[in-house]
């Protein structure tokens, strides 16, 4: 028997490869390192014990030949081998754009009624499983372990089971897991399920979304044995013995507090805060994409500018807007219904030297971002669903002078370690939350230190090293009792507890 343990190899399998590809005006291709939380996390393991990493790397297939000599320079520099899987561009249509996000996405956001159900979509999900199933098994020696991410690859474990992969391998889902009767209306739904269970660790960011998978085996499977109270349990189903766990995902803390205290950073901000004159900066920032809330955060916006007409030139919303899958109907027409909010609130409320709310339809670079953070008063994060936020924490992390309101999503998955220092809000209820910006815009410093204090050292007690190290105990870890309820680390959820609804902030 292989025996595998948490410095065994590693190979990290996700849609996109960690790194980023653009064809440069001379028409070379050329290549650099990804940026977000699980590159940062994952790369000094890859490094350190050795492993690959399998995925698209995001290019259309013309790019292939070329491709192999970009990312042989790129393993050089990373230290670990990277496979890129290559797609037609019908397998990016049908099983990225189709399945990944036009039914997935909108379904596990629970906006059953945004999908698009198409047969063909299911078709392309399983075929790019089985090559991603079959690069893996090309790379993988029985000792590794195969770790996949996110719901692009919730059948890989199933295919490489078929073909006789006896590796362990975990699964980590990025964005919630709906509750049943939403998951229900999915026509692959015992296939999904069934495939799930064939890995050996299935890992989800909050409680709320373990619970809704365990009710959806529940309801979809005639016996169903769980074991353990802690953040990892153990289930017995259809012949099939796997743990689930959660393991709220988080970012580099350090890193981010380090650069936005940097005075280039500071300078920045202030900066910013200088252009606008003594007001207070509320700041969204978000992908493009209808689960972000954006709409319903500009008409509670609007609320606060009627319902308090002493805010008029007193505050800012800076909107930035991030470009995202643009090419799917129902983003482009997001994007409009935004513009044109936009447009009427400033037509209602601007005045001479004054408007209400800045918009930005594009990415900032690093350092902008940084500064935007450290310059804003409040954060205004109100996803109608999300897996966690990062934004949420790294605002918190940025704010190097405890300075800084956190009006929050009770349904982003942040929520259940940020409550208690956030103004949790319904982001449907646009009175409730107009209310929490009035109630943010006058919190006094000191409130406003000890809120931000306690976001902070959560946040930095539980860093996205802490994510991963969770997770691979967890893959690793022999007996359930090693692993006490996460509420144990983190204050449990009043929202998702047996006792319901709590009252908030
Ligand atoms: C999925 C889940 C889960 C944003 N604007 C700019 C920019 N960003 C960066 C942020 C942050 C990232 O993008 C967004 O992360 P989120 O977590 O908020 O959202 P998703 O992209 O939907 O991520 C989510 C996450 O996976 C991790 O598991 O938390 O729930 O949906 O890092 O900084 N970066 C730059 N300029 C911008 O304008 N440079």
């Known amino acids: 028997m292989t025996v595998r343990s948490s410095q065994n190899r590693l190979i990290v399998v996700s849609n996109r490869l960690p790194v980023v590809i653009s064809r440069e005006p001379d028409g070379n291709w050329q290549i650099g390192p990804g940026s977000g939380g699980l590159v940062t996390a994952l790369d000094p393991i890859l490094k350190n014990r050795g492993g690959v990493w399998i995925g698209w790397p995001g290019t259309a297939e013309d790019a292939s030949p070329e491709l192999e000599r970009v990312l042989d320079s790129a393993i050089e520099d990373s230290g670990y081998e990277l496979k890129p899987i290559i797609l037609t561009n019908e397998e990016r249509d049908n099983f990225y754009h189709g399945f990944s996000n036009e039914i997935i996405w909108p379904l596990f956001h629970d906006l059953q009624s945004l999908c698009n159900f198409v047969p063909q979509y299911w078709d392309a999900y399983r075929s790019v499983s089985l090559k991603f199933s079959k690069m893996i098994r090309r790379c993988a020696r029985p000792s590794d372990y195969i770790w996949v991410h996110d ?154 500018l009627e319902q308090y007409p002493g805010l008029l030139g007193k505050v800012v919303l800076v909107q930035v ?15 409009a219904r935004i513009e044109r909010l936009v447009s009427e609130i400033n037509g209602q409320f601007s005045r001479s030297g004054w408007v209400p709310i800045h918009y930005f339809f594009r990415a900032l670079n690093r350092s902008e971002l940084m500064a935007y953070y450290r310059a804003a008063d409040l954060a205004l994060i109100t996803p109608l669903k999300d897996g966690m936020n990062l934004v949420a924490k790294e605002f918190c992390a940025a704010k190097v002078d405890d300075q800084g309101v956190l009006i929050l999503s009770e349904f982003a998955g942040a929520a259940a370690q940020l409550q208690r220092g956030a103004l949790l809000v319904n982001p449907y209820h646009i009175e409730e939350v107009a209310e929490a910006i009035h109630q943010g815009f006058h919190m006094p410093d000191e409130k406003r230190r000890f809120r931000m204090r306690k976001l902070r050292r959560s946040i930095r007690d539980h860093d996205i090293f802490w994510w991963v190290d969770s997770f691979l105990k967890a893959a690793f870890g022999s007996h359930l009792d090693d692993f006490p309820p996460l509420e144990d680390y983190i204050p449990k959820s009043s929202l998702f507890s047996d006792e319901g609804i709590s009252a908030k902030a």
Not at 154 to 173: H, N, P, Q, V, W
Not at 206 to 222: E, G, H, K, P, Y
Not at 321 to 335: G, H, N, T
């Open 151 to 304: 719901y692009h690859l919730m059948t890989l474990a199933s295919d490489l089971r078929e073909a006789g992969l006896k590796s362990s391998i975990g699964f980590f889902l990025h964005i919630p897991f709906p509750p049943p009767d939403i998951f229900l209306k999915l026509p692959w739904r015992f296939e999904i399920l069934k495939a799930l269970a064939d890995y050996d660790l299935v890992g989800f960011q909050t409680l709320r979304d373990r619970r809704n998978f365990i009710q959806c085996l529940r309801l979809a499977f005639d016996e169903v044995l769980i074991q353990g109270k802690g953040h990892v349990i153990s289930i017995r189903v259809g012949g099939r013995e796997f743990r689930a766990g959660n393991f709220p995902i988080s970012i580099d803390f350090a890193e981010f507090a380090k650069a936005a205290a940097l005075p280039k950073i500071k300078a920045e901000a202030s900066t910013i805060r200088g252009d606008l004159l003594n007001c207070q900066l509320i700041l969204g920032i978000d992908r493009l994409d209808y689960t972000k809330g954006i709409v319903y955060r500009l008409k509670a916006f609007r609320k606060v």
């Open 321 to 335: 807007v991030v470009p995202s899958r643009e090419d799917i109907p129902q983003y482009f027409d997001l994007k």
